[in-house]
């Protein structure tokens, strides 16, 4: 009899709501297999008003979790410690128990970097038009602002972008705007980085950004990783954008949030590998 989950492993999770199509799973129980830890990687849906019911629960029983929307900022409150990487970012994606003690990390900025790596691209000091003011988007400001990034910030609500502008303006080398029409899009761009819902998994006919734009940027970014191939990329890549999707981030979030957890790294051919497997999978869903 091979029984792989027993009395002794270790468990993780991700609280969020809604979780049900997350892949983080396939992602996080593959690095645990490859680092030979008896550990177990499950979700868990999390309305708002179980957060902390929930939290107490796993606080005596689990070794950490991942956070993901809705519950990346309102988490903060009820850590006791957070580090100074998620402060200056305020979003916590990583939580490791410790001794009963909740201590929240955000890893999401490092895989939103990794992304650029993966493909060969140096960001820094680029002028980024970024969709969106939400919780992803909070983690590549505050990246690409240390960069020395000059970022224009679209969003939906106007107020939730000019409250981030306001958050982040003089703390790093970059600089933060904000537009809240088309009309005001300047001619030229290196990068377009879509941090909204919009092209997401069942809405996969939408983009946020009419194609008449696109000419405009070299890169196209979208952190949508489902699908693998959103329409904003389909029409950036007719117009010869470079495009990015999702997956690179999704994929070095994990990794980084796992050695929070587990303080062992996987060496990089192995990553590398892990990379390759999980992209092929993904591909072939
Ligand atoms: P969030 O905090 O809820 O923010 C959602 C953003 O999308 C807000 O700016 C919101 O605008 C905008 N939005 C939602 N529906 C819209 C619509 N119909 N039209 C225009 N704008 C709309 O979510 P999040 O955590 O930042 O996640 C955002 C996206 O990033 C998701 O697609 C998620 O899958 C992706 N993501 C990817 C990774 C990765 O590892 N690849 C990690 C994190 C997130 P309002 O402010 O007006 O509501």
Redesign the pocket.
Not at 131 to 139: D, E, I, Q, S
């Given at each position: 009899m091979d029984i792989s989950l027993t009395s002794k492993t270790k468990l993780y999770t991700l609280l969020g709501c809604p979780v049900e199509h997350s892949i983080s799973p396939v992602i996080q129980n593959s690095i645990f297999a490859a680092k030979g830890l008896a550990s177990a990687y499950i979700v868990l849906n999390t309305p708002p008003d179980k957060l902390l019911h929930t939290m107490t629960v796993l606080k005596e029983n689990f070794g950490g979790f991942n956070i993901?929307?809705?519950h990346?900022q309102t988490i903060m409150e009820y850590l006791d410690v957070v580090d100074a990487n998620a402060r200056l970012c305020g979003a916590v994606n990583t939580v490791r128990i410790d001794h009963g003690k909740l201590l929240g990390f955000n890893t999401?900025g490092y895989?939103f970097m990794q992304a650029f790596s993966c493909h060969q691209i140096d960001i820094a000091h680029k002028r980024i038009l970024l969709?969106?003011?939400?919780?992803?988007?909070?983690?590549a400001i505050c990246q690409l602002l240390q960069q020395g990034c000059q970022v224009t910030i679209m969003?939906?609500?106007w107020e939730?972008a000019k409250r981030l502008e306001q958050e982040f303006a003089g703390k790093f080398s970059g600089s933060v705007t904000v537009i809240s029409s088309w009309r005001e899009l300047q001619n030229r761009y290196d990068c377009l980085i879509n941090?909204?819902?919009?092209g997401?998994y069942p809405h996969t006919d939408?983009s946020?950004i009419d194609p008449q734009y696109l000419n405009r940027f070299d890169i196209v970014y979208d952190?949508?990783?489902?699908p693998d191939e959103t329409k904003l990329l389909q029409e950036a890549k007719r117009c010869d954008c470079t495009t990015m999707n999702?997956?690179p981030?999704?994929f070095y979030?994990a990794v980084e949030a796992n050695r929070i957890w587990t303080d062992q790294s996987l060496p990089g051919p192995a990553v590398r590998n892990l990379y390759e497997k999980l992209a092929h999978y993904l591909q072939k869903r």
């Open positions: 993901t929307l809705p990346k999401d895989g969709l969106g003011a939400g919780g992803a988007a909070r983690a969003n939906r609500t939730k941090t909204t819902l919009v997401m939408k946020p952190l949508i990783y489902n999702g997956f981030m999704l979030q």
